[in-house]
Antibody
């Protein structure tokens, strides 16, 4: 079975940094795109970043502050988040792409909460 | 960026009802559209992709249609487990974007 397990969330002050990790199992990790989606408290889903055969992509709201990467040997996806803002507070989900191109997201982790507050 | 608008924002219905949710894109996305279901405190669940292709394991009472800018998700006969929030997502171009969600409530 496909499993995605996020970690690394927590409480951080504005301007701080966090690195999220997502460990995958149950599929050949290198063959699929991966993505991060977040959900602010009581709000809808927001696509954050994706990594696929076409490279890396970011939402305008995080471009220049967040960096997505992957270690295929460790079956792990990362999201380095720098210069964090209060509005980055959310649950961060990693999700597996349906294809290597990653247009759709067929499996999701349980999410890791990030709170940015002084 | 492509803006996705869902309607209604919320809808009340009864078990056995037929419900349709609409999603409109701010520009043509061909058939690059997915639907997700989310229950409180849970991760989203993948339902439909390419506007009308049912993901494996999803009950056949769910169906999707549309192309270009206008899309619909229909649940033919609501079951108790279907009460949730539904999101559309465009997969035509980066940045991918979601609709604001439609909350399906029990009448």
């Amino acid at each position: 079975d496909v499993q995605l397990l996020e970690s690394g969330g927590g409480l951080v002050q504005p301007g701080g940094s966090l690195r999220l990790s997502c460990v995958a199992s149950g599929f050949t990790f290198s063959n699929y795109a991966m993505t991060w989606v977040r959900q602010a408290p009581g709000k809808g889903l927001e696509w954050v970043s994706g990594i696929s055969n076409s490279g890396t992509h970011y939402a305008d709201s995080v471009k220049g502050r967040f960096t997505i990467s992957r270690d295929n040997s460790k079956y792990t996806l990362y999201l380095q988040m720098n210069t964090l803002r209060v509005e980055d507070t959310a649950i961060y989900y990693c999700a597996k792409g349906l294809y290597i191109s990653g247009n759709y997201f067929d499996y999701w982790g349980q999410g890791t909460p990030v709170t940015v507050s002084s | 960026d492509i803006h996705m608008t869902q309607s209604p924002s919320s809808v009340s219905a009864s078990v056995g009802d037929r419900v349709t949710i609409t999603c409109r894109a701010s520009q043509s996305i061909s058939s690059w559209l997915a639907w997700y279901q989310q229950k409180p405190g849970k991760a989203p669940k993948f339902l439909i992709y390419a506007a009308s292709t049912l993901q494996s394991g999803v009950p056949s009472r769910f169906s999707g249609s549309g192309s270009g800018t206008d899309f619909t998700l229909t649940i033919s006969s609501l079951q108790p487990e279907d009460f949730a929030t539904y999101y559309c997502q465009q997969a035509n171009s980066f940045p991918y974007t979601f609709g604001q969600g439609t909350k399906l409530k029990i009448k």
